[in-house]
């Protein structure tokens, strides 16, 4: 397929077709009976849409950990239900219907039968006196109850170590060895099993509730502290592992850099290490490449579907919002950036290591909106993980190669808050 815009780009239309096998496959990901899906607003599993008693209620963002453990459970227990979408505060304006029906602006919440429920625990409850338990046990088992006893340990233990400003190193040493302590409960509790998880063969609500803080931990450690969670603790490597065969956990996966860098805000704030192997660690979450490493530390799962057909697909159905985006948050040409962006995209027709022509370079000026885009995909939200780090990949390759390119990242992502992520423009685009 050759360049139709004097650019060297493919247009926007020619994108269009090429992602279009990707794109048919993607839509068939989002159907309502096939794999688990972020995009997804209706869930059947085979069902009628009459048989439908519940509705999810979790963040557009895909993030909200809470929101995580209920869209597994309902997932892996196939319950037929939709889903509406809200915007967390972290991100963005709470939605005035959504603040009229909880005034809280809690999520997750869930309407079941037409009554309303909020706090995940409460609503795990919920769903397992409608619907039986998720395994073996159920929620208030006393073995359960102790595990996620053990969760909470292991949760404190974290936030001990990376949410706490000015460490020594002797502090550093002592909050990583409690927090060490009780994941090595962990894979006791995982050996002590029959199977690959907590409770037996098939994952069960008691490993729902560890999945998405561990998920968190395993990234942000990486980030911050240089520490490799899988590594060192191969029982929950395998723990993972056995996740990562089922397609209800891959299609809620997050990855590296949109956990590292949507925690602080939630959190209260991270803290790094300084040491030179978490450094090592941040600037390659940061600018790739990926793998990071063998084993893969975010994912042992293959692609499912061809990733650079997904980040293409996936990013032609906003390309003009994109453009506005890039254009005000870097006070750049909206006509190059186009172009520049187009550019990227036509670079995942060839490998990424491919010797570029001298007409693929992007219009000057543009690598600092690149970036900014680099920076801002959002897993699963917007795209698989892997599709993630190939469309990172090519924006950074192409930014490379800006004339005026100085190496300099672009606008810097804020700590305090994300509305860089505001989802409003996406979902009701001008």
Known sequence: MQSDHPDGALSWQQLRQWAAAAEGEALELLRRDGPTSAQATLRLFGARESDVRVTLYRDHHAWCPYCQKIWLWLEERRIPYRIRKVTMFCYGQKEAWYSRLVPSGMLPALDLDGRLITESDRILAALEQAYGPLGPLGFEDPTVLQLRQLERLLFRAWCLWLCTPGLSSSEEQRAQQQFQRF????????????????????????????????????????????????????????????????????????????????????????????????????????????????????????????????????????????????????????????????????????PLDAAPSEAAAPPPHTAPGLRYLRDRISVPRDMGLHAARVLRAALEATASQDPVDTGAPGPPLPLQHRRDQDPAPFVHPA
């Open 183 to 350: 994941a090595s409960a962990m894979e006791e509790a995982l050996a002590a099993a029959p199977g690959a998880f907590l409770l037996g063969e098939e994952p069960a609500t008691a490993d729902l509730v560890f999945v998405p803080y561990l998920e968190r931990m395993n990234a942000s450690l990486a980030y911050y502290k240089g520490f490799a969670l899988r590594q060192q603790h191969p029982g929950i490597d395998r723990w993972f592992q056995a996740l990562e065969r089922r397609s209800s956990y891959l299609g809620t996966q997050s990855d590296f850099h949109t956990h590292a860098h949507d925690l602080p805000p939630q959190m209260g704030g991270c803290y790094a290490s300084g040491s030179p192997e978490q450094q090592r660690w941040a600037a390659q979450i940061d600018a790739g490449h990926w793998p990071l490493q063998q084993p893969d530390p975010e994912t042992s799962a293959p692609a499912a579907i061809d990733p650079a057909r997904e980040a293409v697909g996936r990013v032609v159905r906003h390309g003009a919002t994109l453009v506005a985006r890039l254009a005000a948050a870097t006070a750049g040409d909206p006509a190059a950036l186009d172009a520049a962006l187009r550019l990227a995209l036509t670079r995942l027709r060839a």
